[in-house]
């Protein structure tokens, strides 16, 4: 089994896109104060989790969302935030399931990326989307993954980081990565861990954290560069089988 379908070939078409982006429209997300919700909404699959999102993404400026399915019609939950960027992983006869930004400002640009689980041999997604910035000519870059779940060894997990931070490694301005990293061992961590300090990308950190946890190790991270924390939380909830994190960030 391969890393995945055509992985290389797909990080530099994945730059490229970055790169090719259009140029600024006059709509641009506020800087002094980027809301974000990010969760593993385990495809609708449990009761109330259309109220629970509903409630949880009001005002938010970026709403990431893992394990979403195109049967769940978020866009009719999600109507604050106009435009959405579906990154599709997991594709059946009767659903397609995935990753999927949603925002209020039109990406400036957006691409995927795909990694393949060794074991079940379906697809892993990550989406990658660029946003203008109030007061300042950087652009913000926000990268939302389901990581690599079932897999002897670390070879896979390793794979699917490393093609992503090689795009965000391409990227001058802030960056928000978010989402179920899978992060249920040891090794795992450290893998992550490593690659983050490499990019500098710093860990947020909750004090009160009500991340659901396998092994005692929390699965769900949000990891930032070039931006100021300026308020935390997660959010107990029934609806999932992940709990939901907010934050509000500044430059």
Known sequence: MGLGPGLPHAVDACRQRLAERKSASVAELDSSAISVLSWNIKKGELSEWMRDLHKLASNKQLILLQEAASSMH?????????????APGY?????????????????????????????????KATNITLYALSNTDKTLLVANIHAVNFSFGLKHYRAQLEAIVEVLAAHEGPIIFSGDFNTWRRGRQKVLSELMVS????PIQFEEDHRVRFLGLALDHVFVAGLQVMATHTHEVQSSDHNPISLTLSM
């Not at 978020?74 to 579906?86: D, I, K, N, Q």
């Open 91 to 123: 594709v059946t006869a009767r659903d397609i399931t995935g990753v999927v930004t949603f925002s209020q400002i039109e990406p400036l640009a957006r691409c995927r990326l795909l990694a393949m689980e060794p074991w079940l041999g379906t697809p």
């Open 74 to 86: 978020l866009s009719r939950v999600l109507t604050e935030t106009r435009f959405r960027s579906f």
């Open 199 to 202: 990019l500098d990308l710093k």
